[in-house]
């Protein structure tokens, strides 16, 4: 049936067509009709959702208002509370030295009545009252002063108290406005969840009104798009050392910009192809094939799809993306047929072109993008892995993920029922990328995403910008790219900063990396590990970091310092003068990640940054380095190593071996116990 509606039709023909194919072209339109007022709905759907989310932001942000101002209308009476204590209680104490005041003023009176009756009787002067009434009125000066100064603190008082009942009418007057605001905002709110309730009953019915185009029958064909499928165009060139391939494949929409792209054929191009020839087709394996991104693991495999013979394979592809939805690409004969579908449909249009995928050569549908955690790509492995284990004599799958595993429901048994085989692809490496770059029509596409435009700020450490040949350029960039070929031949240096996220962090970016780790589920795991390496020479070369040693628990600041690469097939002649930080020109040097070096002090510590939860402990590549840096055994220098791994996972953290005992015994390593010299050291959050 979706071999019949895959068919060109010429419209000049249309009212030549059959009745069904006439009332099917109606079907089409009301079908587009429909999608389309789904769409619509969806997006208003959105729009309301949206505004609800933003409704609840204010109100939430209305009640932390009215809380807060609740607790100022608390503070404020109880300030209003303490200011009227103390008024009151000055009052008492200007009281106090009023009445203390009168009092000495009736002792003078009395005091100059009794003077005068013994003047009067004895004739004589007294000293002694003249003193006792100087006495006294220096006691009643002395409380008129505190009088005096009592007033002056009232009256503050009260001037506070009077602007604390200013606030307490301001805030009288925001708490009402935020009462009608909460108001207003509850009946947002409940219109909003009116129109939303109104909005999924139309969603409902409309999806019941799209489930009735998708049953057998009346499957649209509006929806597909048609293309070259330049079938005799692609293939393998330069004695099988490059496959030429159509890019437009990899495009989201179907009949995309034809784009020439040239794959090397490293090792892993040619494990994976035969992975695919003998595991999944001649064995008829479920084939499994994962590996971090931008291993190349998606072009390689359309690369051996579009090159089987088309007269005895059926080829179909299936690219899943992050918001659920889905592309479906089927090879009929010099035309590659194509269609999207959001996440809600994906299921049943898939079960029903599938149902409808019929034909005498065997077929073979590759799913690409798959991660474990998005629900719609379940459902579309579910429908996949069903067809075909309803005839694996005829039918293949093949599922390709960036995951670093299938997951951890993953059984032996189960694999062995159902022929499941899984393949790993290893990352890039920089003598692949040198091998293919020697190919002319390689670099010239890839050439212009080879330069490092990229400021000194942004990276962290100052990369070398002479000019030299496609060797210098490729290993400049290979201090962003790392292992992942997209990075390199792909993306700009600018591009890769940004989706590295790599331009505005900081020290604390790396802290927070080496305090919670890497999510080894997520699939990423190489490609945070390239960007830990670069957040550490950043913090180094802008502020430094703070590590806690673990055997010692003691806590030491690395000072930042200057970031400079070195060789270590080259030898230097001279060493900086102050502590330098050098860091290796390869991206997958072993042993280390830098090396710090002290000439004053003559000490040399290498750094390891891991977020593996073990280690191997490489002693090989140590001695070269201190050579090629001019550091001789004999001359006095120590030598030190430090594993620098997140803070979660100290406790279990452990050297798995040691290769190449007694390579540092010179430099004062004792043979056979390596393990006791090496640090293991975690990154601080400074508050």
Known sequence: MVKHQLEDRDDGEERKQPRKERTMNITEHAFKDTENESMATELEIKDTKEKITATELEIKDTKEKIKETKKQITATKLEIKGAMAKITAK???????????????????????????????????????????????????????????????????????????????????????????????????????KNMARLDKSMDALREKERWFWEPGRAPVSSWKGSDARL???????????????????????????????????????????????????????????????????????????????GKWSVAFVRLFFDGSVKFMRIIGNQIKSCCFSAYYATQAFHNILCGWRDDKKLLLLIDGYWSHIEAHQHVLSVCSHWRNQRREDRRLVVVTSMSSRGPKTKVHLDREFNVKQHLVDSWTIEEYLEAVRFDAVYKRVEPFLEMNVSKDQLGFKVPREQGGREDRVRRKHYLAGGSCRYMFDMTSADVIEELNLDSISANSLEMVCRYGACEESGDIKVVSVSIVMLFFQA??????????????????????????????????????????????????????????????????????????????????????????????????????????????????KISCVDDRGKLKEYGWEGGQEETNVDIASVLLEH
């Open 91 to 193: 009052e008492l104490e200007i009281n106090e030295k009023k009445t203390k005041i009168e009092e000495i003023e009736r002792q003078i009176v009395d005091r100059r009545r009794q003077q005068e009756a013994e003047d009067a009787s004895m004739n004589t002067e007294s000293v002694d009252f003249d003193e006792l009434v100087r006495h006294l009125q220096r006691d009643k000066k002395r409380l008129e002063g505190e009088e005096k100064r009592l007033e002056g603190e009232k009256k503050l008082l009260e001037k506070g108290l009077e602007l604390l009942e200013k606030d307490m009418t301001r805030l009288d007057r925001d708490m009402e406005r935020l009462d009608k605001n909460m108001e207003r905002l509850d009946k947002d709110m409940e219109r909003l969840d």
């Open 232 to 310: 005799d165009w692609m293939g393998f060139r330069e004695e099988k050392k490059l496959f030429r391939l159509d890019g437009s494949y990899l495009q989201y929409e179907g009949g995309g910009k034809e784009e020439e792209l040239f794959l090397y054929c490293r090792e892993s191009f040619v494990k994976q192809h035969r992975f695919l020839q003998e595991e999944v087709l001649d064995n008829q394996a479920l084939g499994w094939i994962l590996g971090p991104p931008g291993s190349g693991k998606t072009t390689t495999s359309f690369a051996f799809c579009v090159s089987l013979d088309m």
């Open 540 to 653: 180094m070369e802008r502020t430094g970091l703070t590590v806690k040693y673990d055997k010692s628990g003691q806590t030491v600041h690395w000072d930042a310092c200057l970031v400079k690469i070195f060789d270590p097939r080259k030898s230097k002649k001279t060493l900086p003068s102050c502590r330098t930080c050098f860091r290796p020109i390869s991206e997958n040097q072993g042993g280390y990640d830098a090396v710090f070096v002290d000439l004053p002090s003559k000490c040399a510590q290498f750094v390891q940054v891991t977020v593996a939860k073990q280690h191997d402990f490489k002693l090989r590549y140590f001695p070269e380095a201190l050579i090629a840096l001019g550091i001789l055994p004999g001359h006095g220098w120590t030598v030190k190593v430090v594993l620098l791994i997140p803070q979660n996972r100290v406790r279990e953290f």
